[in-house]
């Protein structure tokens, strides 16, 4: 008899690709962005949640009702499959997916410590060394990542649980140390470390990579909207996997800096920055801005040595 399984999507559109492969056993949608805003080690516990709404609601307008009907009802859902022997994870290689994954790995670990867990990443096409997007992929190459997946290791698992608690640390700094040494069956995990390292403020001009990236964009293209400018942003951003809203909200962040954005053309401040002539890290401060469990400003990221330092 064949063992039951459970599959944990990234996100409804690898859920509708499931659906239509008709693959056996249920299949419950991750619908979170654990990678913004801050968070805390025990996964779905009243205190996680509060901290994920307040985060939502404050920098997102979420609604009460919105992220009841569309988070916590599918964690419910998640609650409520409780003896499937086969838990298989569908995640992507980006930060936000990286993120999501290790959180769910440590809610497994403590709610389902029969299950065997399974994990499944799409490779990279070898001709434009990008990396596919599980939704894109045909039935027949989802079918043959399905059947090539891994099943993790309590090693891997506790390795899994060790980060995501390190990730809602205070201090962000333990991370490093990660970085060197690369875990085999979680191959996209320290490149996604790494991204999330420099998502804190850079010593010379107080703007993390992302937002540099963001100014540089601007200097370098020419953009007649808003709207042309994100979408490029969206194409070019590498291992993030950020979306719309996500940047909308950090170029709002930087408005500063923008002369116009239709179109979008920096200011001299804006041009000084950039060029790390000014520093911006005064007027960009936000003294409740978490990565994880970290305040964001109370570090310093050192592009030279490429490492943190603690304010």
């Given amino acids: 008899m064949k063992p039951t399984q459970l599959h944990i999507t990234n996100g409804d559109n690898t859920t509708l690709a499931l659906q239509k492969l008709k693959i056996d056993g249920?299949?419950?949608t991750w619908r979170e962005m654990l990678c913004e805003g801050k968070t805390t080690i025990d996964v779905g516990s009243e205190i996680f949640w509060k901290s994920r709404f307040d985060f939502f609601s404050q920098?997102?307008?979420?609604?009460?009702?919105?992220?009841?009907?569309?988070?916590?009802?599918?964690?419910?859902?998640?609650c409520n499959h409780k003896y499937q022997e086969e838990i298989i994870l569908w995640f992507e290689y980006d930060l936000f997916c990286q993120i999501n994954m290790i959180a769910v790995i440590s809610w497994l670990k403590k709610h389902r410590p029969k299950a065997a867990i399974a994990l499944v990443c799409p490779e990279k096409k070898i001709e434009s060394e990008r990396y596919l997007r599980l939704n894109k992929l045909t039935q027949k190459e989802l079918l043959s990542l399905y059947k090539k997946r891994v099943i993790l290791t309590k090693d891997d698992i506790g390795y899994a649980d060790y980060v995501w608690h390190l990730y809602c640390s205070k201090s962000p700094l333990q991370l490093q140390n990660l970085i060197a040494n690369p875990h085999s069956h979680f191959s996209y995990l320290t490149d996604a470390i790494e991204a999330h390292l420099q998502r804190f403020p850079s010593i010379k001009n107080g703007l993390n990579k992302i937002e540099n990236n963001i100014l540089e964009t601007a200097q370098s293209g020419s953009y007649s909207?808003?709207?042309?400018?994100?979408?490029k942003l969206l194409h070019n951003q590498g291992i993030y996997g950020f979306g719309d809203l996500q940047y909308e909200k950090k170029i709002n962040n930087l408005k500063g800096l923008f002369r116009s954005f239709s179109p979008v053309v920096l200011n001299d401040?804006?041009?000084?920055?950039l060029q790390k002539k000014q520093n911006y890290y005064h007027s960009i401060k936000n003294e409740l801005s978490?990565?994880?469990?970290?305040?964001?400003?109370?570090?310093?990221?050192?592009?030279i040595h490429g490492k943190l330092l603690k304010l």
Wanted: aromatic share 18%; proline share 0%.
């Fill in 26 to 28: 249920a299949i419950v």
């Fill in 290 to 303: 978490y990565l994880g469990g970290s305040l964001k400003y109370n570090y310093l990221y050192d592009e």
């Fill in 225 to 231: 909207t808003k709207k042309s400018f994100i979408k």
């Fill in 59 to 78: 920098n997102y307008k979420i609604t009460k009702k919105y992220f009841i009907e569309h988070t916590l009802k599918e964690f419910r859902t998640l």
């Fill in 269 to 273: 401040l804006g041009h000084d920055v």
